[in-house]
């Protein structure tokens, strides 16, 4: 059973209060960043951080960043860095765009494989600010599910390798 991602509403709603940096735990990212996160969106981050290994896509430490009290930038209430559910990676690579231009040094697909990324609820778990409609926000992920559908584990989204008979059968069809 496919779920919606959560609204930045309902995260705030479900992920609050904001600000409450006691519930934050240090992660350090492939290439050395260290973010500070919601101890609940821990497994989230570690799948997150193998698909920048696979890719050897480092986050690097002056340019990544999480936890933050403040509002959102072009809106009204408290970013998702308030609620340590959002991450900013490698901000001089992948600026803010209010125009609307998508700059980033990120491959396609990890971005794509770390979006695919699902809880074994079936709920997406990651959103990239590169795929919003008006501005862009390559830098920044942030967490799209509940903290009761992460408790269920994240599940690989890619799908397992063929076993030689399946290889087998596409090669003689």
Not at 3 to 21: D, F, V, Y
Not at 113 to 133: D, H, K, M, Q
Not at 164 to 170: E, G, R, S, V
Request: charged letters at 20%; hydrophobic letters at 35%; aromatic letters at 8%.
């Amino acid at each position: 059973m496919s779920k919606a991602p959560l609204s930045t509403t309902q995260l705030r709603s479900t992920w609050g209060p904001p600000c409450s940096a006691s519930r934050g735990v240090k992660v350090e990212l492939y290439g050395g960043a260290v973010i500070t996160i919601d101890k609940r969106i821990v497994p989230a981050v570690l799948a997150m951080n193998d698909v920048f290994a696979k890719w050897n896509y480092k986050c690097t430490p002056p340019d990544t960043g999480a936890f933050v009290c403040r509002q959102i930038t072009g809106g009204t209430g408290y970013s998702l860095h308030a609620y340590l559910i959002a991450i900013d990676i490698n901000w001089q690579d992948n600026p803010y765009s209010a125009t609307g231009r998508l700059i980033t040094d990120m491959p396609r697909g990890m971005v794509d494989e770390i979006t695919a990324l699902r809880t074994n609820s079936g709920a997406p778990v990651w959103g990239w600010g590169g795929n919003y409609r008006s501005i862009k926000d390559t830098m920044h992920y942030e967490i799209v599910c509940t903290p009761d559908d992460l408790a269920t584990g994240i599940k690989d989204a890619a799908p397992p390798p063929l076993t030689d008979d399946q290889k087998a059968l596409i090669f003689l069809s």
